[in-house]
């Protein structure tokens, strides 16, 4: 077993890391404090790739592997939260499903704009006010086939990048019992954008209610086949996870970084306080943690890469990591005394962005459903 980064995938990293830490992580706070999105190192993501990251180049994408894409999204986290979400959520919810069912048509209009930066971002809505995590009973927006056009009612919620995007991927009931992906352009007659959610944290990636009444785009906008929506939004919930998980080792780190230097820097007690074992033991916790949920996270981003199965090791590590950076972002507050709860200091701020990670994208009590009933299908 290999556990080494190929050469390309170590450049990659870098790079990624060199111009984050340059063109994102000085506005984290700004953009925290601000709620407003960093749409200048967005626009300078594109000829980095970064827009594109599962995007095939003939669209004009980079098309890395799924292991390089998730070690763009964890440098992303490392960064800036906020920033990270918006760019995981562009490639791997609202880019993803295009990439991977969408005719050559839909992706010769859609994707290329998209991983440019020369324009907005993606996007995918699939929650209802009143589904929650119940997409197979609970979706109740509808698409009606009239001529060659749909024709679409009902509103989402919690759709992340809505304001930002220029076209959103929906989840819509196309017949009575099935669902079926239709992309719709934010900018069609009918839709409607709500205000951004006000949130503990990721301010600067927003997040909108979003309606439609009587909204009409081509038939052509069909993502795949007609009825098999909800298999698609699966798969792609499953590559999506593995981003939020690589995000929470970015934002774990950026945590851990922190509280070891102010370790060594803060002195009580006539020494550093990195020299109690309190301290010692709270850091050697935290790295144990991260190191463990990096290779739960690389290891399902590898399978992804291989064409294996990967959705049981996609929630597993969606699960340990985005509950170990909330334990991780915990323990860095508390190693920084009350100095940690001012916002003078970016823990704080990374703890409230990590907070939405157990949530987002499947909270863990529906990673472990997913987790246990591959196990016990396996068993049959």
């Given at each position: 077993?290999?556990?080494d980064?190929?050469?390309?995938?170590?450049?990659?990293?870098?790079?990624?890391?060199?111009?984050?830490?340059?063109?994102v992580?000085?506005?984290?706070?700004?953009?925290?404090?601000?709620?407003?999105?960093?749409?200048?190192?967005?626009?300078?993501?594109?000829?980095?790739?970064?827009?594109?990251?599962?995007?095939?180049?003939?669209?004009?994408?980079?098309?890395?592997?799924?292991?390089?894409?998730?070690?763009?999204?964890?440098?992303?986290?490392?960064?800036?939260?906020?920033?990270?979400?918006?760019?995981?959520a562009?490639?791997?919810?609202?880019?993803?499903?295009?990439?991977?069912?969408?005719?050559?048509?839909?992706?010769?209009?859609?994707?290329?704009?998209?991983?440019?930066?020369?324009?907005?971002?993606?996007?995918?809505?699939?929650?209802?006010?009143?589904?929650?995590?119940?997409?197979?009973?609970?979706?109740?927006?509808?698409?009606?086939?009239?001529?060659?056009?749909?024709?679409?009612?009902?509103?989402?919620?919690?759709?992340?990048?809505?304001?930002?995007?220029?076209?959103?991927?929906?989840?819509?009931?196309?017949?009575?019992?099935a669902?079926?992906?239709?992309?719709?352009?934010?900018?069609?007659?009918?839709?409607?954008?709500?205000?951004?959610?006000?949130?503990?944290?990721?301010?600067?990636?927003?997040?909108?209610?979003?309606?439609?009444?009587?909204?009409?785009?081509?038939?052509?906008?069909?993502?795949?086949?007609?009825?098999?929506?909800?298999?698609?939004?699966?798969?792609?919930?499953?590559?999506?996870?593995?981003?939020?998980?690589?995000?929470?080792?970015?934002?774990?780190?950026?945590?851990?970084d922190?509280?070891?230097?102010?370790?060594?820097?803060r002195?009580?007690?006539?020494?550093?306080?990195?020299?109690?074992?309190?301290?010692?033991?709270?850091?050697?916790?935290?790295?144990?943690?991260?190191?463990?949920?990096?290779?739960?996270?690389?290891?399902?981003?590898?399978?992804?890469?291989?064409?294996?199965?990967?959705?049981q090791?996609?929630?597993?590590?969606?699960?340990?990591?985005?509950?170990?950076?909330?334990?991780?972002?915990?323990?860095?507050?508390?190693?920084?005394?009350?100095?940690?709860?001012?916002?003078?200091?970016?823990?704080?701020?990374?703890?409230?962005?990590?907070?939405?990670?157990?949530?987002?994208?499947?909270?863990?009590?529906?990673?472990?459903?997913?987790?246990?009933?591959?196990?016990?299908?396996?068993?049959?």
């Open positions: 077993m290999n556990f980064l190929s050469e390309e995938q170590k450049l990659w990293r870098e790079a990624v890391h060199d111009f984050v830490a340059k063109e992580q000085p506005k984290a706070r700004e953009v925290d404090e601000t709620g407003e999105f960093n749409w200048d190192a967005t626009h300078k993501m594109g000829p980095l790739g970064l827009l594109g990251l599962n995007v095939p180049e003939e669209y004009g994408g980079s098309g890395v592997d799924a292991l390089s894409a998730a070690l763009a999204i964890e440098q992303l986290g490392w960064a800036c939260g906020s920033t990270a979400l918006a760019i995981a562009h490639n791997g919810l609202g880019c993803a499903p295009i990439t991977a069912y969408g005719s050559d048509q839909l992706k010769q209009r859609f994707l290329p704009p998209a991983a440019s930066g020369r324009g907005q971002l993606a996007a995918l809505a699939l929650t209802e006010p009143g589904a929650g995590s119940d997409l197979k009973g609970g979706v109740q927006t509808r698409a009606e086939l009239q001529g060659d056009e749909w024709v679409i009612n009902g509103s989402k919620m919690w759709c992340t990048n809505a304001s930002i995007a220029d076209f959103i991927v929906t989840l819509v009931r196309t017949d009575p019992e669902l079926s992906l239709i992309v719709v352009p934010t900018d069609a007659p009918g839709l409607s954008i709500g205000p951004a959610e006000k949130k503990m944290g990721l301010k600067g990636s927003p997040t909108h209610a979003v309606s439609y009444q009587d909204v009409r785009v081509p038939a052509a906008n069909l993502v795949g086949e007609r009825g098999k929506g909800l298999a698609y939004t699966l798969a792609t919930l499953d590559g999506g996870r593995i981003g939020i998980g690589a995000l929470s080792l970015g934002l774990a780190q950026a945590a851990l922190e509280a070891l230097k102010y370790a060594q820097e002195h009580t007690f006539g020494q550093p306080i990195a020299g109690h074992q309190a301290i010692q033991w709270m850091l050697a916790d935290a790295e144990t943690q991260l190191q463990a949920a990096r290779l739960l996270v690389y290891r399902a981003a590898w399978a992804k890469q291989q064409g294996r199965p990967f959705s090791l996609a929630a597993m590590a969606k699960l340990f990591a985005t509950e170990a950076a909330e334990k991780i972002c915990r323990d860095a507050i508390q190693i920084h005394g009350g100095y940690g709860y001012s916002s003078e200091y970016p823990v704080e701020r990374i703890y409230r962005d990590a907070r939405l990670m157990t949530i987002g994208e499947g909270t863990s009590e529906i990673q472990r459903l997913v987790i246990a009933r591959h196990m016990l299908a396996e068993g049959d």
